[in-house]
């Protein structure tokens, strides 16, 4: 019998997810707009120059038949839309799934507070993969990476299974004991990559062709190590620097949103290491400037402004 597999999110990841776990799961891709589930529904999930599965879409307001049956239900979301498309999910299956995929680590209250309930069991998911989304329908995978799954509450079978699912279906994906070590790190260099290329407005890779824009990089690196007490390692320095090699021609996700006038995830990313630092008290003085820059850009949104 095939696993029942329920995407909530159309963005670029929950398109990825959908289009890959179709070839081989009962998949059901929970979407906003109407338009978005008819082109679906008509043309299947393109992940563009590889394959088209078909897949079953429905709209929000008909998420429950999505939910309640589903043996997996994977959250993928945008942060800032996290708690609200939480708190209005119909009641999840005992014995089920929960993949939370969400950026920063603003939700992980919730996460840990999903521990004390014993009806379902919770993952925190880290996504490597790249993804763009072209329209409705179509997604570009743009790197590939490995998916880091950790059990936040106990240990479960479901997790050597959804690790099958996702290996069947070609998209690679690897079990991580420690969640919260995994997420820092990825949260450490998306603190640094995500504003810096929203404000200056650049790719991945000028960060470190140009030695002004590296300079600012590492003092963010700096600064966030301290707060997430990550060693100053040069191993992870030299990581952050290779991932911007190796995605040199990628706009980051949130250069995408300032440029289309989108809100960004930045209260989860750079939003939650000041918070800590002020917590701890220490000094954040490159992430104050980065988090006050952004939040000006989003609030000139009805303004014009592009690459290059």
């Not at 939480?86 to 939370?100: C, N, R, T």
């Not at 006038?261 to 000094?283: C, M, W």
Request: with cysteine; proline share 4%; net charge positive.
């Amino acid at each position: 019998m095939k696993a029942k597999v329920a995407i909530v999110g159309g963005g670029s990841v929950g398109l990825l997810l959908a289009g890959y776990t179709a070839r081989i799961a009962e998949t059901v891709l929970v979407c906003r707009r109407h338009s978005q589930k008819e082109m679906i529904e008509r043309h299947g999930i393109h992940v563009q120059g590889q394959f088209t599965a078909e897949a079953e879409a429905v709209t929000w307001g008909e998420k429950k038949k999505a939910v309640e049956h589903a043996d997996l239900i994977i959250i993928a979301v945008k942060s800032y839309d996290l708690e609200k498309i939480w708190k209005s999910l119909p009641e999840i299956k005992p014995g089920a799934g929960v993949l939370f995929l969400q950026n920063g680590m603003a939700h992980t209250p919730l996460l840990e507070q999903s521990q004390k309930q014993n009806v379902y069991h919770t993952f925190a998911g880290i996504v490597e993969h790249g993804a763009l989304k072209v329209n409705d329908n179509t997604v570009k995978h743009t790197g590939q990476g490995i998916l880091h799954i950790g059990a936040v509450t106990k240990e479960s079978p479901l997790l050597q299974q959804m690790l099958h699912i996702f290996d069947e279906a070609g998209l690679a994906a690897k079990k991580i004991a420690h969640w919260k070590e995994k997420m820092e790190e990825k949260l450490l260099f998306n603190s640094v990559i995500n504003p810096l290329t929203a404000l200056f407005q650049v790719k991945n890779g000028e960060l470190i062709d140009n030695p002004y824009f590296k300079k600012v990089m590492n003092q963010l690196f700096m600064e966030a190590s301290s707060v997430l007490s990550l060693p100053h390692s040069p191993n992870l320095w030299h990581d952050l620097c290779s991932l911007c090699e190796n995605t040199a021609e990628n706009q980051s996700s949130m250069l995408r949103d300032v440029l289309h006038h989108r809100p960004t995830e930045l209260d989860a990313i750079t939003g939650y290491l000041v918070k800590k630092g002020e917590s701890q008290r220490i000094p954040m003085p490159c992430h104050n400037f980065v988090y006050q820059s952004i939040k000006g850009l989003e609030k000139r949104r009805g303004g014009k402004w592009g690459m290059y």
